[in-house]
């Protein structure tokens, strides 16, 4: 038996059989992973636009204390160092996606279409498997200001996470769906 792969879109899986009365080509569709989806070349500076504007969506959302608290974390940022929140997210979107992938393989090998749901549903896990990702940032952060108002937001940081899991959930959809 000979198997030959092709390759396309969503990652299709051709293998044909060959030395057998019954030859036939069959073909299995695999959903592409998210690196495939979201670090491509052409995607990439359009995610991190994406997620921006998500954070500035979820800032609006945000009252109470712990919303002035990161609004005024974000704010500090901003000011001390402009451009700096794009770079960081540009930085830590392959990581994130990273810890996204195994959440995307699980849906869609269970047949889902709603990634939104699909992660609010798992919302402590996955806010958790996400602030890993800025945890070991900041821990390895030698930017005293950056590291203050990190510190400032992490104790509330995964209920934040939480809230936005289903624009997350939609802006994997926009590029993958």
Partial sequence: MRGRITVTGT????RQHTGS???????????????????????????????????????????????????????????????HVRFMVGSLLP???????PYWADLNAAGGTEFG???SKRGDEVSEALLSV?????????????????NSVRGNA?????AALPRVGDLVLKYAG
């Fill in 95 to 101: 990581d994130m996606v990273v810890k996204l992938q």
């Fill in 21 to 83: 009365p019954a030859d036939e080509e069959t073909t299995t569709s695999m959903p592409a992973t998210l690196q495939e989806i979201l670090l491509a070349p052409d995607a990439e500076p359009k995610v991190i636009d994406d997620c921006l504007a998500l954070i500035q969506q979820q800032l609006s959302d945000m009252s109470g204390i712990s919303g002035t608290a990161v609004k005024l974390a974000y704010k500090t940022v901003n000011t001390f160092m402009p451009g």
């Fill in 158 to 162: 995964g209920k934040h996470i939480e």
């Fill in 11 to 14: 990652r299709s899986y051709s």
């Fill in 134 to 150: 800025t945890d070991a940032r900041a821990h390895a952060s030698d930017r005293p200001v950056i590291i203050k108002a990190y």
């Fill in 117 to 119: 749901d699909y992660l």
